[in-house]
Protein backbone atom coordinates (compact mmCIF):
# COMPACT_ATOMS: atom_id res chain seq x y z
CA UNK A 1 0.00 0.00 0.00
CA UNK A 2 1.41 3.49 -1.41
CA UNK A 3 1.51 6.36 1.78
CA UNK A 4 -1.00 8.48 -0.54
CA UNK A 5 -3.76 5.48 0.21
CA UNK A 6 -2.88 4.88 3.34
CA UNK A 7 -3.26 9.05 4.28
CA UNK A 8 -6.55 8.50 2.03
CA UNK A 9 -7.71 6.20 4.31
CA UNK A 10 -6.33 7.64 8.00
CA UNK A 11 -6.83 11.58 7.39
CA UNK A 12 -10.80 11.16 7.05
CA UNK A 13 -11.38 8.55 9.47
CA UNK A 14 -9.48 10.42 11.62
CA UNK A 15 -11.61 13.95 11.12
CA UNK A 16 -14.79 11.39 11.36
CA UNK A 17 -13.71 10.01 14.43
CA UNK A 18 -13.03 13.54 16.37
CA UNK A 19 -16.55 14.29 14.80
CA UNK A 20 -17.70 11.22 15.80
CA UNK A 21 -16.59 11.24 19.53
CA UNK A 22 -17.68 14.71 20.06
CA UNK A 23 -20.75 14.00 18.76
CA UNK A 24 -20.95 10.81 20.92
CA UNK A 25 -19.88 12.40 24.29
CA UNK A 26 -21.92 15.10 24.28
CA UNK A 27 -25.11 13.13 24.46
CA UNK A 28 -23.41 9.86 26.92
CA UNK A 29 -21.08 10.86 29.97
CA UNK A 30 -18.30 8.55 30.16
CA UNK A 31 -18.97 7.39 34.07
CA UNK A 32 -22.37 6.61 32.86
CA UNK A 33 -21.65 4.00 30.07
CA UNK A 34 -21.40 0.64 31.30
CA UNK A 35 -19.84 -2.89 29.76
CA UNK A 36 -22.05 -6.10 29.48
CA UNK A 37 -24.23 -4.36 32.45
CA UNK A 38 -21.06 -3.81 34.96
CA UNK A 39 -19.99 0.12 35.11
CA UNK A 40 -16.72 0.87 33.38
CA UNK A 41 -14.00 1.51 36.20
CA UNK A 42 -11.80 4.00 33.95
CA UNK A 43 -11.35 7.88 34.30
CA UNK A 44 -12.94 9.88 32.09
CA UNK A 45 -9.65 10.99 29.91
CA UNK A 46 -9.34 6.64 29.41
CA UNK A 47 -12.90 6.50 28.40
CA UNK A 48 -12.51 9.44 25.64
CA UNK A 49 -9.35 8.08 24.42
CA UNK A 50 -10.58 4.41 23.81
CA UNK A 51 -13.92 6.12 22.45
CA UNK A 52 -11.87 8.21 19.91
CA UNK A 53 -9.66 5.19 18.59
CA UNK A 54 -12.65 2.78 18.18
CA UNK A 55 -14.69 5.84 16.13
CA UNK A 56 -11.24 6.17 14.06
CA UNK A 57 -10.96 2.43 13.65
CA UNK A 58 -14.58 2.39 12.05
CA UNK A 59 -14.10 5.44 9.92
CA UNK A 60 -10.76 3.99 8.86
CA UNK A 61 -12.16 0.54 7.85
CA UNK A 62 -15.56 2.54 6.16
CA UNK A 63 -12.59 4.60 3.99
CA UNK A 64 -10.63 1.82 3.25
CA UNK A 65 -13.24 -0.01 1.63
CA UNK A 66 -14.40 2.82 -0.01
CA UNK A 67 -10.79 2.65 -1.48
CA UNK A 68 -10.86 -0.90 -2.59
CA UNK A 69 -14.44 -0.45 -4.04
CA UNK A 70 -13.37 2.50 -5.59
CA UNK A 71 -10.36 0.15 -7.99
CA UNK A 72 -10.08 0.24 -11.91
CA UNK A 73 -10.53 -2.98 -14.17
CA UNK A 74 -6.94 -2.69 -15.56
CA UNK A 75 -5.76 -2.99 -11.13
CA UNK A 76 -7.95 -5.45 -10.30
CA UNK A 77 -7.01 -7.69 -13.53
CA UNK A 78 -2.94 -6.89 -13.81
CA UNK A 79 -0.88 -10.08 -13.40
CA UNK A 80 1.46 -9.47 -9.81
CA UNK A 81 3.93 -12.29 -10.95
CA UNK A 82 6.59 -10.37 -12.88
CA UNK A 83 8.05 -13.75 -14.59
CA UNK A 84 5.27 -14.42 -17.56
CA UNK A 85 6.00 -17.77 -17.55
CA UNK A 86 4.70 -18.23 -13.97
CA UNK A 87 1.66 -15.91 -14.68
CA UNK A 88 -1.63 -18.84 -14.45
CA UNK A 89 -3.80 -19.55 -17.55
CA UNK A 90 -5.80 -17.01 -18.93
CA UNK A 91 -3.48 -13.74 -17.72
CA UNK A 92 -3.62 -11.48 -20.85
CA UNK A 93 0.45 -10.85 -20.09
CA UNK A 94 0.94 -14.08 -20.24
CA UNK A 95 3.73 -15.42 -23.01
CA UNK A 96 1.80 -18.42 -23.90
CA UNK A 97 0.04 -19.58 -26.95
CA UNK A 98 -2.76 -21.05 -24.69
CA UNK A 99 -3.75 -17.83 -22.71
CA UNK A 100 -6.66 -16.37 -23.17
CA UNK A 101 -5.79 -13.08 -24.30
CA UNK A 102 -2.68 -13.88 -26.26
Not at 47 to 63: E, N
Amino acid sequence: MTAQRLISILWPAFIIGAVAEGLFFTIFDPTDLSLFGNPLHASRTAIYSVGFFAFWGVAACSSALTLFFQRTSAEINRCPIPDPTQRPMGCPKREDPNACCG
